[in-house]
C-alpha cells in the first residue's frame, strides 16, 4: 500500500472529506478541538506482573474465553495484585472501523473481561476507544462489528473518546512528538487495561499493545500528521504519556499479512497476558512470525523493529528476551501443535538477525 510522504496531503484530504460527507463536528474537532487542560506528571505505574526481575507473559491456547482470561490472569499471581476492588478501571480495546475480528478485538474478549473485572470487584468499568477518523462515530463501528450487541448488556459504561474531552500531557525527550494530546479518561480512573488484537498492519508494519494507544489521543495526533516517515517512533514516543496496567492481547484470530482492516488469517487460539508493553509486543510479533508472517516482519528479529527500538530507548518496557519470562498453558486438545507453537514463539524471541 502506498504511503504518502506529506502531512499536509493528509490534513487537506481529511478535511475535504469531513466537509463532504457533512460531518461539521467532527471537522471542528479534528481542526480546531483543544485540550482541557495539562497534565505535568504522567501516569507511569510500575510492572507489578515479575518474577526475578523478569516481566511474566502468560500464554494460553483453548476455546473457552472466559477460562483462558482466568488462567492467563491465575499464571501471572492473579488479578487481586492490581489492586482494583471498588476502583474504576477502562479497557481500551481495538475498534478501529466496522469490519469483525481480527479488524477489531474479539467482542468475547471483551465481555469476558467485564464480567471477569466485576468478579473481582471492580465499582465502574468503561470500554473506550476512538476509531479512524474515516470510520467515525466509534459508537456505530463498536455496533456493526459485533462488540456492542456483546457487550451493551453487560454492567459498564461505553466511551466513544472523540465525544468527550483532552488533556495534555508533556513528552520528555521525544524526537517528533513533544506533547500528547490524550483521553481524559486515560486520567480520570484507577486502572487502564489495553485489550489490542495481534495483527500486521500496512503502514506500521504491525499494531499490537503499543499502536493500539493511538486510539487515545487525538485525531491531529495521527503519526501520518506529524512524521509520515516516523510512524513508529511516533507511535513509541506517544506512548510515553501512559502506562497500562496490564495488557490483554486477543490471539484468537489474528492478521499475519496486510491489515488493519482486512488481510491473511490465521486463528492462533490465544489469549497472551502481561504487564510489560514491550514483552507483549515481542511476544505478538513472535506469534506472527510463527505463523509464515510477512516479509515486511521476517526480514528482521522482533527486537529490531522500530516501534520496540524507540520504545527501549524511552524505557517503556524490557529491552531484551533476558528479561521475559513465558508461563504457559493449554486448554486445548491438541497438546503437541501448542508445544510447537511455543518453540517457534521462543526461537522467534531469541533469534538474531
Known amino acids: 500500500m502506498l504511503i504518502i510522504k506529506s502531512r499536509i496531503f493528509y490534513k487537506i484530504g481529511i478535511s475535504i472529506f469531513l466537509f463532504l460527507k457533512l460531518r461539521w463536528r467532527d471537522l471542528f474537532k479534528f481542526l480546531l478541538a483543544k485540550p482541557k487542560t495539562k497534565i505535568p506528571n504522567h501516569n507511569h505505574t510500575q510492572n507489578i506482573f515479575t518474577e526475578e526481575n523478569r516481566a511474566l507473559v502468560s500464554i494460553v491456547q483453548g476455546d473457552d474465553i472466559y477460562t483462558m482470561l482466568k488462567e492467563g490472569l491465575e499464571l ?27 479488524a477489531n478485538t474479539n467482542p468475547l474478549v471483551i465481555k469476558h473481561l467485564i464480567k471477569i473485572l466485576h468478579e473481582h470487584g471492580v465499582s465502574k468499568v468503561f470500554v473506550g476507544d476512538m476509531s479512524a477518523i474515516f470510520a467515525l462515530p466509534t459508537k456505530k463501528n463498536a455496533i456493526k462489528s459485533g462488540i456492542w450487541e456483546a457487550i451493551h448488556e453487560e454492567k ?12 495534555e500531557v508533556d513528552i520528555p525527550h521525544g524526537r517528533h512528538v513533544k506533547k500528547a494530546i490524550v483521553s481524559e479518561f486515560i486520567y480520570s480512573v484507577d486502572g487502564v487495561i489495553n485489550v489490542p488484537v495481534i495483527k500486521t498492519h500496512s503502514y506500521a508494519h504491525y499494531t499490537i499493545s503499543l499502536k493500539n494507544f493511538i486510539g487515545a489521543v487525538h485525531p491531529q495526533q495521527r503519526p501520518y500528521f506529524i512524521a509520515p516517515d516516523f510512524w513508529d517512533e511516533i507511535i513509541a514516543e506517544l506512548n510515553v504519556a501512559y502506562t497500562p496496567h496490564l495488557n490483554i492481547l486477543d490471539g484468537t484470530k489474528i492478521f499475519i499479512k496486510g491489515g488493519p482492516t482486512k488481510g491473511k488469517i490465521a486463528t492462533p487460539n490465544l489469549i497472551v497476558i502481561t504487564g510489560d508493553r514491550i514483552a507483549a509486543d515481542v511476544v505478538g510479533l513472535s506469534v506472527i512470525r510463527s505463523f509464515g508472517g510477512w516479509e515486511k516482519l521476517k526480514t528482521m528479529d522482533v527486537w529490531k523493529q522500530r516501534q520496540i527500538k524507540r520504545a527501549i530507548e524511552l524505557h517503556l518496557g524490557i529491552s531484551s528476551p533476558s528479561e521475559l519470562k513465558i508461563v504457559s498453558k493449554c486448554l486445548g486438545a491438541d497438546k503437541s501443535d501448542f508445544d510447537k507453537l511455543l518453540q517457534k514463539i521462543h526461537h522467534n524471541l531469541n533469534e538474531t538477525n
Open 156 to 167: 459498564m459504561t461505553f466511551v466513544p473518546f472523540e465525544e468527550y474531552g483532552w488533556v
Open 76 to 102: 501471572l499471581g492473579g488479578l487481586e495484585r492490581l489492586d482494583i476492588k471498588e476502583k474504576s478501571v477502562l479497557i481500551k480495546p481495538n475498534i478501529v472501523n466496522r469490519y469483525p475480528s481480527p
